[in-house]
Structure formats: structure tokens, C-alpha cells
T-cell receptor, first 118, second 120 residues
Framework: AQKITQTQPGMFVQEKEAVTLDCTYD???????LFWYKQPSSGEMIFLIY??????QNATEGRYSLNFQKARKSANLVISASQLGDSAMYFC???????????????FGRGTQLTVWP | GAVVSQHPSRVICKSGTSVKIECRSL??????MFWYRQFPKQSLMLMAT?????????EQGVEKDKFLINHASLTLSTLTVTSAHPEDSSFYIC????????????????FGPGTRLTVL
């Protein structure tokens, strides 16, 4: 079974509007971390936001917030006030054993291509 | 923030040659580095995990003799694609982590800018 599922291959949003990118995950590990990365056409992976499975509050970083619903195993990314520069591919990722002593691998979803139009 | 560099950013080579890609953590010591491969419009596929001073751990289906990984220091890991063929053409990305210096769960993988390999 896939560990990370992103069901939206593409999303469109008008500038200044908010957009939600969906992500569901599958793990039996009680300790895990969820990440969102942005990949513009240049190819670099830009870290956006992190949510730990034991975190009580949803993570926020500027215009990015993570809507963490543990019971539903979902970790949707919300981008508020979209900008043209937000157009990129967005990947959701998970790391298991988040409190382990070593740096664990990331499992990536297939990505969502976000297009912001003026 | 932490910076990871990759060199070269683009490489074009003839079939049968070997290509070395470097991944460096510029302002932190990376005990672990990861190498990914990405095909156009697809997700990142983990190829191997590289720990400083030990042999890399390859994912199932990745030929270790084809993709040689060396992590000789805490700031440098190299991926060598040996006897490259057109099917090896891809985007290769490395990532590096600082470990748990900031406490559980606070470490993050930082990605290099990637290397686009084209094998003719």
C-alpha cells in the first residue's frame, strides 16, 4: 500500500485566493513526521512545513498551514493568499520513527501541480 | 538555513561513460545523505541512503554496481553512474540531514538543487 497519497494531479487557483492541497498517509508507527515540499520548474526541493505526529497544534509557517487530522490520517496543505510564484509541484512526504536516533528516509507522494493564475 | 549543493547541475555524456555527481552540505555536518532519482512529472524515488563512513544502503531494484555511492566525509557524498546508458537519463537529487541536534523530530532533510543527467 502507498504510504502517501496525493489525489490531485493538478490544481488551479486565482491569485490572492486560498487553496488546499490534499494528502493522506498510511502508517502503523505511532511516531511519524509529515512534510510538504515545493518543487518549482528549476527542480530544487524547497522545504515548506513540518508536522510531528505528537504535535497538538497544526503547524503554520507564514502563508502555509498544515491541516492535520490524525484520525483521518490526512495532512492537507493550505496556502493562503496565493501568489503567482506559488505555481509549482507540491509534494507531501512522511518519515516514520520520527523520534528515532537516526535520520529516517522520506516517503513521497506523487505530487500536485499547482497553477496560480492572475 | 542549511544549504546543500550539487555539482554539476547538468551533464551530458556519451553512452558507456561514467559520471560522478557530488553532494555537499555547506554549513552543517550531514551524518546521513540520501540519493533520489526523479523522472519527468513523477515523484522522487529513493535510490540509496548514505551514512558517513559506512556502506550505502540501496533500495530494492537499484543496482549497487551501477550506482556507486561514497560518503567519505560529513560534508560530501558522491554518486557515480557507471557505464551510463540512455535509460539512466534522469534528474538526480541528493538530500542531507543534520541528525537530531535540535531534538526529536526537529531535523529536516535539506535538498540539493539536483543534477540533470542526459546520456546520448
Amino acid at each position: 500500500a502507498q504510504k502517501i497519497t496525493q489525489t490531485q494531479p493538478g490544481m488551479f487557483v486565482q491569485e490572492k485566493e486560498a487553496v488546499t492541497l490534499d494528502c493522506t498517509y498510511d502508517t502503523s508507527d505511532p511516531s511519524y513526521g509529515l512534510f510538504w515540499y515545493k518543487q518549482p520548474s528549476s527542480g530544487e526541493m524547497i522545504f515548506l512545513i513540518y508536522q510531528g505526529s505528537y504535535d497538538q497544534q497544526n503547524a503554520t509557517e507564514g502563508r502555509y498551514s498544515l491541516n492535520f487530522q490524525k484520525a483521518r490520517k490526512s495532512a492537507n496543505l493550505v496556502i493562503s493568499a496565493s501568489q503567482l510564484g506559488d505555481s509549482a509541484m507540491y509534494f507531501c512526504a512522511m518519515r516514520e520513527d520520527d523520534r528515532g536516533s537516526t535520520l529516517g528516509r522520506l516517503y513521497f507522494g506523487r505530487g500536485t501541480q499547482l497553477t496560480v493564475w492572475p | 538555513g542549511a544549504v546543500v549543493s550539487q555539482h554539476p547541475s547538468r551533464v551530458i555524456c556519451k553512452s558507456g561513460t561514467s559520471v560522478k555527481i557530488e553532494c555537499r552540505s555547506l554549513d552543517f555536518q550531514a551524518t546521513t545523505m540520501f540519493w533520489y532519482r526523479q523522472f519527468p512529472k513523477q515523484s522522487l524515488m529513493l535510490m540509496a541512503t548514505s551514512n558517513e563512513g559506512s556502506k550505502a544502503t540501496y533500495e530494492q531494484g537499484v543496482e549497487k554496481d551501477k550506482f556507486l555511492i561514497n560518503h567519505a566525509s560529513l560534508t560530501l557524498s558522491t554518486l557515480t553512474v557507471t557505464s551510463a546508458h540512455p535509460e539512466d537519463s534522469s534528474f538526480y537529487i541528493c538530500s542531507a540531514g543534520q541528525g537530531l541536534a535540535g531534538g526529536p523530530g526537529t531535523d529536516t532533510q535539506y535538498f540539493g538543487p539536483g543534477t540533470r543527467l542526459t546520456v546520448l
